[in-house]
């Protein structure tokens, strides 16, 4: 080998084994990229009451349904009255289930003085006297006004919701309903449903 030959081969090896040692010594730049853990999602929490073993708050996950708080307020008496439970509606954090009973005698007093106030209208203009509760996804304008507060007004605010967004999901959807406030509300609730 030449001695020119010697001296090149030399240099080159060592500016690479120079620069693997720069390399390698070095601080990585940049940002590490951040893995963010998957974790579970946030239960939810929703209020159980009426004809359950055990009313009261239960945890739930994002997604459940109905069932799966009755479930976890574990089951139904056996005076509830399943007609009125809608168990595959899904939940959503800070809702209210109610599971009425067949002998609730609140709802039905409510029922019954509602009835009782309408008995004469009734009479007098041949239409029947209501059967509650009414469920507020299929009811005519006419069985709308029969609820407490809800006058022809309200009742056709109602009937336009339902024509623009589609089904009441749970009854307390009704205060999404110009007009319709918590008030109006408290006095309707008992009287109506979304099932049945």
């Not at 605010?157 to 918590?182: A, C, S, T």
Request: glycine residues 8%.
């Amino acid at each position: 080998m030449k001695n020119w030959q010697g001296i090149f081969l030399g240099t080159f090896l060592g500016l690479a084994f120079s620069a693997v040692i720069v390399l390698v010594t070095q601080s990585p730049r940049g940002e590490p990229i951040a893995i963010p853990p998957t974790g579970t999602p946030s239960p939810i929490v929703v209020y159980v009451s009426g004809a359950v073993k055990s009313p009261g708050l239960v945890s739930l996950m994002p997604g459940d349904r109905v069932s799966n708080a009755i479930e976890k307020a574990g089951g139904f008496t056996l005076d509830a009255d399943l007609s009125l439970i809608n168990m595959a509606a899904k939940l959503t954090d800070g809702d209210k289930i109610f599971v009425p009973s067949l002998s609730d005698q609140a709802t039905k007093m409510a029922v019954n003085a509602t009835q009782a106030a309408l008995g004469t209208k009734a009479k007098n203009t041949d239409t029947p006297v209501p059967s509650f509760p009414i469920n507020i996804n299929t009811a005519s304008q006419q069985e709308l006004e029969n609820l407490p507060n809800i006058g022809p007004t309200k009742a056709a605010d109602i009937i336009e919701y339902r024509k623009l967004h589609g089904p009441f999901l749970k009854i307390d959807d009704i205060q999404n309903v110009p007009n319709i406030g918590p008030s109006t509300f408290d006095k309707i609730r008992d009287l109506i449903t979304i099932s049945g």
